[in-house]
C-alpha cells in the first residue's frame, strides 16, 4: 500500500488567501484524523471521521477552518481565508477500527508544510 | 478530562547508553488505548507500540521496552544501547472509549543520540 498520502507537501500563501490540503487515507481504513504541529501547540487533533462522518470537531479551531470526508478515499481541510498564525504542519493520519470499541494505530501521512506571509 | 505529560522536554545521551523516556496520563475512563510515536528529523510520524488498559504486561521488541503500571498511570519507554539513529521526538498518546477515540498527545520528549 502506498500508506496515506498527503498533497500538497509544501504550501506558501499570502495571508487572506483560501487553502486547501487533501488526504487520501490507506484504503480499507475507517477512520481519518487531522492534525495540526506547531512548536507552540504541539500536535494537536483538529478533526476526525469514521466512516466519512464527522465525529469530534472541536479541536478545529475557528470557523475559518472546515473539513469534509465526501467519500471512503478522500477529504480535505479548508481554511478560508488563511492568517500567519496558521503556519504549521498539518498531519493527516488513518486507523482501521479492529472492532467495536478497539481501537487500532494510526498512520500518518507526510505531512503538508503551510506557511502564511 | 483526558491529558498525557511527558515531564521530559530533551534528553541528550551518548550512544550506548540506556535512556528512558516518561509518560504520564490521566483520564477517567476504563478502557483506554496508549500510543508511542516517533518523529525522527525527515519528519513524519511512525507507531511504535500501542497498549490498551486491560494489558498491562510489558513489552519488549529488540532495543525498545515499554512499562505500563496503571497504579502510577505511567508508561514509560526505554531504548537500551542508543543509537544516533534514534535521535528523534517521541510522542506518547491517550485516546478513550468514551471519548470516542479521540487521541491526545503528549507534547514530545526530543531525544539527542551522540557519537
Known amino acids: 500500500d502506498a500508506g496515506v498520502i498527503q498533497s500538497p507537501r509544501h504550501e506558501v500563501t499570502e495571508m487572506g488567501q483560501e487553502v486547501t490540503l487533501r488526504c487520501k487515507p490507506i484504503s480499507g481504513h475507517d477512520y481519518l484524523f487531522w492534525y495540526r504541529q506547531t512548536m507552540m501547540r504541539g500536535l494537536e487533533l483538529l478533526i476526525y471521521?469514521?466512516?466519512?462522518?464527522?465525529?469530534?470537531d472541536s479541536g478545529m479551531p475557528e470557523d475559518r477552518f472546515s473539513a469534509k470526508m465526501p467519500n471512503a478515499s478522500f477529504s480535505t481541510l479548508k481554511i478560508q481565508p488563511s492568517e500567519p498564525r496558521d503556519s504549521a504542519v498539518y498531519f493527516c493520519?488513518?486507523?482501521?477500527?479492529?472492532?467495536?470499541?478497539?481501537?487500532?494505530?494510526?498512520?500518518f501521512g507526510p505531512g503538508t508544510r503551510l506557511t502564511v506571509l | 478530562a483526558q491529558k498525557v505529560t511527558q515531564a521530559q522536554t530533551e534528553i541528550s545521551v551518548v550512544e550506548k547508553e540506556d535512556v528512558t523516556l516518561d509518560c504520564v496520563y490521566e483520564?477517567?475512563?476504563?478502557?483506554?488505548?496508549l500510543f508511542w510515536y516517533k518523529q525522527p528529523p525527515s519528519g513524519e510520524l511512525v507507531f511504535l507500540i500501542r497498549?490498551?488498559?486491560?494489558?498491562?504486561q510489558n513489552e519488549i521488541s529488540g532495543r525498545y521496552s515499554w512499562n505500563f503500571q496503571k497504579s502510577t498511570s505511567s508508561f514509560n519507554f526505554t531504548i537500551t544501547a542508543s543509537q544516533v539513529v534514534d535521535s528523534a521526538v517521541y510522542f506518547c498518546a491517550l485516546s478513550e472509549r468514551t471519548g470516542g477515540f479521540k487521541t491526545i498527545f503528549g507534547a514530545g520528549t526530543r531525544l539527542f543520540v551522540k557519537a
Open positions: 483520564t477517567r475512563d476504563t478502557t483506554y488505548y
Open positions: 471521521f469514521n466512516n466519512n462522518v464527522p465525529i469530534d
Open positions: 497498549r490498551n488498559s486491560f494489558d498491562e
Open positions: 493520519a488513518s486507523s482501521l477500527g479492529a472492532g467495536t470499541g478497539i481501537l487500532n494505530e494510526q498512520f
